[in-house]
Nanobody, 126 residues
Framework: QVQLVESGGGLVQAGGSLRLSCAAS????????MGWFRQAPGKEREFVAA????????YYADSVKGRFTVSRENAKNTVYLQMNSLKPEDTAVYYC???????????????????WGQGTQVTVSS
């Protein structure tokens, strides 16, 4: 079983950047497909990005494509989400998640994921 802890959230002005980290413990991340999701107040949790176990395959939500980059360092048991050109509508609690299965279209579905972090708040001011 893997435990996930996010960090790196905060308050940033529109157009700014943040890098989120998701540190894993209890198991090697090499066994897991990883995802990032976000939840704004009053809205459902939505998919942001997913990365395969090797890092060779990635999905992005259309709303973040070209602005966000997901990556992983399996040797450090850590996954990252680099967020550039942030907009007020990116304001949300960001969660990383993991499941021990193969990468594919269902990697974009939150129901696929078995393990979740506690989330980190990202606030983008206009």
């Amino acid at each position: 079983q893997v435990q996930l802890v996010e960090s790196g959230g905060g308050l940033v002005q529109a157009g700014g950047s943040l890098r989120l980290s998701c540190a894993a413990s209890g198991s090697s991340l090499t066994y897991y497909t990883m995802g990032w999701f976000r939840q704004a107040p009053g809205k459902e949790r939505e998919f942001v990005a997913a990365i395969s176990r090797s890092g060779g395959s990635i999905y992005y939500a259309d709303s973040v494509k070209g602005r966000f980059t997901v990556s992983r360092e399996n040797a450090k048991n850590t996954v990252y989400l680099q967020m550039n050109s942030l907009k007020p509508e990116d304001t949300a609690v960001y969660y990383c998640a993991a499941y021990s299965g193969g990468f594919g279209p269902t990697s974009q579905h939150r129901s696929q994921y078995d393990y979740w972090g506690q989330g980190t708040q990202v606030t983008v001011s206009s």
